[in-house]
């Protein structure tokens, strides 16, 4: 499984975007770069992945470096409802599918 | 509609007592999972079922046996409890998607374990 590195925290106000970033500098060639969220006492979420473009969907952006060891998640505008832990994810699919969670970067949105 | 359900979604219990804990999904999806969520937050793989058939077998304690009587199910039977299997439990399912699978999990069971 590919390492990553995100911040453990970050904070943001109410309809400022925010940028979470993500390093997996270990990421195999055939890995998707999946972001998840937990919601306070809720089990995770699907929000977003990519393998080389940017991609964009309702919830989010997610811009992914040339070299694919980084990645970005971009809320455009932050509501009180985005306060989760959000979850980089590199993962390929195949029979031993799985998601290995790191800590994640906890994410405060101000009023 | 709900995707992923799950049953109970708290159950406090004495130790050495054995308890069962129930998931259902009805997207249609032929693997499921189950993950556990510590006190420090951390969530972690136990177990997969492709089509009812064990895939991933994590290191987990014989004390925690899945059984899924059918592809929609996949319940998690502990026994034996102990104080560190105080957790909060969750399930999910995996849609295949050609490498970008994506996996919907259920709203978790906490199990606090006295």
């Known amino acids: 499984d590919a390492k990553t590195t995100q911040p453990n925290s970050m904070e943001s106000n109410e309809e400022e975007p925010v940028h979470l970033p993500c390093n997996h500098s270990?990421?195999?060639?055939?890995?998707?770069i999946h972001w998840y969220r937990q919601l306070p006492s809720q089990g995770p979420e699907y929000v977003i992945h990519g393998l080389t473009s940017n991609v964009n969907n309702r919830m989010a952006s997610l811009a992914i470096a040339e070299d694919r060891k980084s990645s970005t998640l971009i809320l455009h505008r932050a509501t009180l409802r985005d306060a989760a832990v959000y979850y980089c994810i590199p993962s390929s699919g195949g029979s031993n599918y799985k998601l290995t969670f790191g800590k994640g970067t906890l994410l405060t949105v101000n009023p | 509609d709900t995707a992923v359900s799950q049953t109970p979604k708290y159950l406090v219990t004495q130790m050495g007592n054995d308890k069962s804990i129930k998931c259902e999904q009805n997207?249609?999806?032929?693997?499921m999972y189950w993950y556990k969520q510590d006190s420090k937050k951390f969530l972690k793989i136990m177990f997969s079922y492709n089509n009812k058939e064990l895939i991933i077998n994590e290191t987990v304690p014989n004390r925690f046996s899945p059984k899924s009587p059918d592809k929609a199910h996949l319940n998690l039977h502990i026994n034996s409890l102990e104080l560190g299997d105080s957790a909060v439990y969750f399930c999910?399912?995996?849609?295949?998607?050609?490498?970008?699978?994506?996996?919907?999990f259920g709203p978790g069971t906490r199990l606090t374990v006295l």
């Open positions: 270990t990421i195999s060639g055939t890995d998707y």
């Open positions: 999910a399912s995996r849609k295949l998607a050609g490498g970008a699978d994506t996996q919907y």
């Open positions: 997207l249609g999806h032929d693997t």
